[in-house]
Each structure stands twice: as structure tokens, then as C-alpha cells.
């Protein structure tokens, strides 16, 4: 198992920057591909970037291509999300999630763990 928690949420301003990170425990970290989501009020969580196991391949919703980049250090059990010209429609809670799968899967309910999630505002 592993155990997930975000920080790194909080306040800025459209066309600005924030860097989410996500602290695993356990030894197992390399295991896992990983992904963010992010979830407004009243709708499905939402695939935003995923990343392989050893880092070498990294996936990104079109909303966030070339804006966002995941990333990872398997050495310090952490996982990154560097979001640069942030835009209104980005604010969201935002969740990392570690499945066991080779691959980056991009529907939530194929990811066994969760984190408790970090709240990203973006103001215009």
C-alpha cells in the first residue's frame, strides 16, 4: 500500500505559477505510475497528468498540454505538478492517485489510492 498527501494548494492569480507535491510513503514508491485529477463542485474528477513508474513517459489532459508539467523523484517518494499561466478554469481540488498499472490510466476509478486532495484558486 501507499499512502498519498498533496500540498502545495492555494492562491493565485491568472497567469501565474503554483507547484503541487505529493509525498508517498512506503518503499514502493517506484511501483506506481501516478497521476493528478482535479474536481470542481458538481462534476467527475478529471485526468489532468499522469506518469509512468520510471518517470519516462508523462501524459497530459489538452486543457493543461504545455501550461503543466509531472514530474517525479522516486529517490525522495515525491511527486510534482508545475502549473505556469494558470487560468480561472483550473481552479479545483487536486488529488494525486498511485495505481500499480504499467501505463498511465486515465479514468479515477481505475486508481487505488488516493490523497486527500489540495485546493487550487485561480482569481482573474
Known amino acids: 500500500q501507499v499512502q498519498l498527501v498533496e500540498s502545495g494548494g492555494g492562491l493565485a492569480q491568472a497567469g501565474g505559477s503554483l507547484r503541487l507535491s505529493c509525498a508517498a510513503s512506503?518503499?514502493?514508491?517506484?511501483?506506481?505510475?501516478l497521476t493528478w485529477f482535479r474536481q470542481v463542485p458538481g462534476k467527475e474528477r478529471e485526468f489532468v497528468a499522469g506518469?509512468?513508474?520510471?518517470?519516462?513517459?508523462?501524459k497530459y489532459a489538452d486543457s493543461v498540454k504545455g501550461r503543466f508539467t509531472i514530474s517525479r523523484e522516486n529517490a525522495k517518494n515525491t511527486l510534482f505538478l508545475q502549473m505556469n499561466s494558470l487560468k480561472t478554469e483550473d481552479t479545483a481540488v487536486y488529488y494525486c492517485?498511485?495505481?500499480?498499472?504499467?501505463?498511465?490510466?486515465?479514468?479515477?476509478?481505475?486508481?487505488?489510492?488516493w490523497g486527500q486532495g489540495t485546493q487550487v484558486t485561480v482569481s482573474s
Open positions: 492517485a498511485a495505481t500499480g498499472a504499467t501505463v498511465v490510466l486515465t479514468r479515477a476509478d481505475w486508481y487505488e489510492y
Open positions: 506518469i509512468t513508474k520510471s518517470g519516462g513517459i508523462a
Open positions: 512506503g518503499r514502493t514508491f517506484g511501483t506506481y505510475s
